[in-house]
């Protein structure tokens, strides 16, 4: 066989065989701009019915997972419809592909054990694109979820990527509402009561603020005297905000706590230690002498 028969079989192959394939290539390119686009479009709806955060959080992660989903589909025909095209029996690969997945599988416990971890924090609904969350020691906002992994981006800038198969507690901060909760020390001399009420008014300063009103979901709870400490007692009090903006609340709460206990001459101490220096049997206690000592000024 000479070459120019070699290029009338090839060309002729081409003709027949290639341009489909190359047909089934931009079909397939294609094919997943518009699974992109239409994923986006089918839960744009529920974005334009401004549903509540929580909704849209969820809007936007079942998004990202159909779209995940629509790909890998578009792919896997993509390539069967190519091999038939290169004169590949389907049937035959596809049984072999089960075995060698079936052999993989034992090798690919992990990746089976992702998956499946994955299918169920997505159908329970653990963790949304948007929430803050902390899982295996590591805390941030979710970016992205599928059915392999998790990944957090945390205060630093730091991005987290976590095996959904390492995942045994999830700690999610900002799921249908959030808490912060107020541990406010002050000194023994103080008067609880007044301590509380004080607080208490802070709180409803806030409340009708414009600016917070409509993070803050219901008033300051003050559960009261919590703790008895070294150099304090403890109030404890806890408000509860919309998802991810207790943060944002509290540091305002604590701020405005601290002017209203200077103008209120209310002393938030610190840690200090009390000197004993022992009693004998006859109740006497050794003399303790201080010195002062003045520094000479610069």
């Known amino acids: 066989m000479n070459l120019h028969e070699i290029w009338l079989l090839l060309s002729a192959w081409l003709l027949k065989h290639g341009l489909k394939i190359l047909l089934i290539i931009i079909l397939a390119l294609l094919a997943l701009r518009v699974s992109r686009v239409l994923a986006n479009r089918i839960f744009a709806v529920f974005r334009k019915t401004r549903l509540e955060p929580e909704m849209q959080k969820r809007a936007d992660t079942l998004s990202s997972?159909?779209?995940?989903?629509?790909?890998?589909?578009?792919?896997?025909?993509?390539?069967?419809?190519?091999?038939g095209e290169l004169g590949i029996e389907v049937g035959p690969v596809l049984a072999a592909a089960g075995i060698i997945g079936l052999a993989v599988g034992f090798g690919a416990q992990h990746l089976v054990q992702d998956i499946i971890s994955g299918f169920f924090i997505l159908m329970e609904d653990q963790i949304r694109v948007g929430?803050?969350?902390?899982?295996?020691?590591r805390g941030g906002l979710v970016e992205k979820v599928n059915l392999r992994m998790v990944i957090l981006r945390d205060m630093a800038g730091n991005v987290h990527y976590i095996r959904n198969g390492q995942i045994d507690i999830v700690t999610n901060m900002t799921k249908d509402y959030s808490r912060y909760v107020f541990n406010i020390g002050v000194a023994y001399r103080e008067n609880v009561d007044e301590v509380m009420k004080i607080i208490r008014m802070v709180g409803e300063e806030l409340e009708h603020d414009p600016e917070y009103r409509d993070d803050i979901l219901e008033p300051l709870e003050i559960m009261g005297l919590d703790e008895f400490a070294q150099s304090a007692v403890i109030i404890r009090a806890r408000i509860k905000t919309k998802?991810?903006?207790?943060?944002?609340?509290?540091?305002?709460?604590?701020?405005?706590?601290?002017?209203?206990?200077?103008?209120?001459?209310?002393?938030?101490?610190?840690?200090?230690?009390?000197?004993?220096?022992?009693?004998?049997?006859?109740?006497?206690?050794?003399?303790?002498?201080?010195?002062?000592?003045?520094?000479?000024?610069?």
């Open 65 to 83: 997972l159909v779209r995940y989903i629509m790909q890998t589909v578009i792919l896997v025909v993509a390539l069967i419809m190519i091999l």
């Open 131 to 137: 929430d803050v969350v902390q899982i295996s020691g």
């Open 243 to 298: 998802p991810i903006k207790q943060w944002r609340v509290g540091r305002e709460f604590n701020r405005r706590l601290k002017i209203r206990f200077d103008e209120q001459d209310i002393e938030i101490p610190y840690p200090h230690l009390t000197l004993y220096q022992g009693e004998d049997k006859k109740g006497q206690a050794p003399p303790v002498r201080v010195t002062v000592v003045n520094q000479p000024s610069d």
